[in-house]
């Protein structure tokens, strides 16, 4: 089957701490970090072992590719056969050398700008040397008022090709004018801007796409709770199926991305995981791509 995992382990350190961020942070220790590189490591050897064709978003709650073992596992699974696309949601802090040894037509990034956290010329050069390795990315900043003039300002300095999204703040309300600027920036902005309804509404999740954490424990999305069974030992594939959501709203694009009563699939055909469209307006090579599982 095909089948998207979207994996959180225990990491919880950043190196960031943005005040609008609704993930706690703290401080790993050393046994923590060894604990989350144990549960990464296994993680990987399934992948590696599956018979599925996989498609796998890593979603940490803080920062992973400032640790060797993030960068390894990506670059390793990139260059496997079965993986369709291998991706992570960054900060985009770390170096970017350590992409030469992956197969970038299957490895992409998911980059958020977070102003006050970092200088702006060091982010707009990392994103830089992205594209000058032909790297496959995203990058998007939270809609606070604040951040609006620093948007601007990165969708000018970006390369035309790169998407830059931006995400609805967390309880902000966003009246039409102030929406305006946004969708400006953003032509998929209006997706963000409310919750959308879900309560009964049909979604991949739990059917072809899956929430795992450190443990294996699997879930049809980061968002409910039930447990559909263990990554390893194979217990959740009796319980892959269609399914209607159960919450009353969905305001993540990780999670309402798969509703399909929207066309979302559609729109990032090929960049579901790494949150490019397939095209946008103002982009100036549209780069639509086609995932098929392909020897290497």
Same mark, same amino acid.
């Given at each position: ?49 599956? %018979?599925d /064709? =996989?498609?796998? +978003? ?5 920062e ?5 073992? *993030?960068? &390894?596992? #990506? ?25 030469? %040894?992956? /197969? =970038?037509?299957? +490895? ?11 200088? *702006?010329? &060091?982010? #707009? ?7 000058d ?20 300002r =990165? ?91 159960p ?26 995981l ?23």
């Amino acid at each position: 089957m095909d089948l998207t995992v979207l994996y959180r382990g225990p990491l919880a350190s950043c190196d960031y701490d943005c005040p609008y961020c609704p993930f706690a942070k703290r401080r790993d220790s050393t046994a923590q970090l060894r604990a989350d590189r144990e549960a990464l490591d296994r993680f990987a050897r399934w992948a590696a072992d599956s %018979e599925d /064709d =996989l498609s796998l +978003l890593f979603t940490p709650w803080g920062e992973g590719l400032v640790r060797s073992w *993030y960068r &390894r596992t #990506l670059t390793e699974l990139s260059q496997l056969p079965h993986v369709r696309r291998v991706a992570i949601q960054t900060n985009l802090s770390c170096r970017t050398g350590w992409l030469a %040894e992956a /197969d =970038l037509d299957t +490895l992409a990034l998911w980059c958020t700008y977070h102003p006050g956290q970092t200088p *702006y010329d &060091r982010f #707009l050069g990392k994103c830089r040397e992205l594209a000058d390795r032909g790297v496959r990315f995203s990058v998007g900043v939270v809609g606070l008022p604040g951040h609006l003039a620093a948007a601007r300002r =990165l969708r000018d300095d970006l390369p035309p090709h790169v998407y830059l999204w931006i995400n609805a703040a967390e309880g902000h309300t966003y009246e039409d004018a102030e929406a305006d600027d946004w969708t400006a920036l953003d032509p998929l902005f209006p997706y963000s801007r409310h919750p959308h309804r879900s309560a009964g509404l049909p979604c991949r999740t739990g059917e072809s796409v899956i929430s795992v954490d450190g443990a294996g424990t699997v879930r049809r999305c980061h968002f409910v709770r039930e447990e559909l069974g263990n990554l390893y030992d194979g217990s959740y594939r009796a319980a892959l199926r269609p399914r209607a959501c159960p919450l009353a709203v969905c305001d993540c694009h990780i999670g309402y991305v798969h509703l399909e009563t929207l066309p979302l699939y559609d729109v990032f055909a090929g960049g579901v995981l790494e949150r490019v469209p397939s095209t946008f307006p103002g982009q100036d090579t549209p780069r639509p791509l086609t995932l098929t599982a392909r020897p290497k």
